[in-house]
């Protein structure tokens, strides 16, 4: 885990998950997979599905902050399989901040995928 941290930024934690890549230019894109654990990153579209614990069947709102494009509204989805793999009413859309910090929280867990779009 310690080399997606240093390349892609890539930190995941039990209390949340955090992405920013050491470039954040319109060029940087990548896909890290590793186990059951995939981003893939673009300024324009982030997709991340991790486990939540040991318990298949875990899952739990964790909160993000992904760096993209500043002053930027993304449209949020989460799917899965589960019908805990849902966001809260009100919680479609997030705006990165004057840095490019993307802050929202979804539920995450065996096979939910949280995506961030450029709306």
Not at 17 to 42: E, L, Y
Request: proline share 4%; aromatic share 8%.
């Amino acid at each position: 885990m310690y080399l997606s941290n240093i390349k892609y930024g890539v930190d995941i934690q039990i209390d949340g998950v955090t992405i920013s890549p050491f470039s954040t230019d319109a060029s940087n894109k990548f896909v890290w997979d590793m186990g059951t654990v995939h981003v893939a990153f673009s300024q324009q579209e982030v997709s991340v599905s991790v486990p939540r614990g040991l318990d298949e069947n875990a899952v739990r709102v964790t909160p993000f902050e992904i760096s993209l494009l500043p002053n930027t509204t993304y449209q949020l989805s989460v799917q899965g399989e589960s019908a805990d793999c849902a966001l809260e009413a009100g919680t479609a859309k997030a705006t990165a901040d004057a840095a490019g910090v993307l802050t929202f929280a979804a539920p995450v867990g065996y096979r939910c995928t949280v995506t961030a779009t450029k709306a």
